[in-house]
Nanobody, 123 residues
Framework: QVQLVESGGGLVQAGGSLRLSCAASGSSFSINVMSWYRQAPGKQRELVATSTSGGYTNVADSVKGRFTISRDSAKNTVDLQMNSLKPEDTAVYYC?????????????????WGQGTLVTVSS
């Protein structure tokens, strides 16, 4: 199995910055996609940023120019640098990965979610 642990959320004033980190742990796995999602109160969960093992990265239009995703594939970590934060960025941020887990007689693909970390941006 694979577990994801996020850190770095908190309270920040509008215009400030935060850096979220996510670390994957487990045994006998390899990760294809690592992403950050967020869910604001009363809204659906939305994709914020993605990084693939092939080096592709993308961020949502709503955060483009302000958020940057970076990944260390050797360490199985992914960070989200958030600058120029706005009150509308307030949400619970979730780390996500799509991983291949190798078991004794087979391998399988898993979608794994972290527990979420709250980011609150005050105006």
């Amino acid at each position: 199995q694979v577990q994801l642990v996020e850190s770095g959320g908190g309270l920040v004033q509008a215009g400030g910055s935060l850096r979220l980190s996510c670390a994957a742990s487990g045994s006998s796995f390899s990760i294809n996609v690592m992403s950050w999602y967020r869910q604001a109160p009363g809204k659906q969960r939305e994709l914020v940023a993605t990084s693939t093992s092939g080096g592709y990265t993308n961020v949502a239009d709503s955060v483009k120019g302000r958020f940057t995703i970076s990944r260390d594939s050797a360490k199985n970590t992914v960070d989200l640098q958030m600058n120029s934060l706005k009150p509308e960025d307030t949400a619970v941020y979730y780390c996500y990965c799509y991983a291949n887990v190798r078991e004794r007689v087979r391998s399988r693909w898993l979608e794994v979610w972290g527990q979420g970390t709250l980011v609150t941006v005050s105006s």
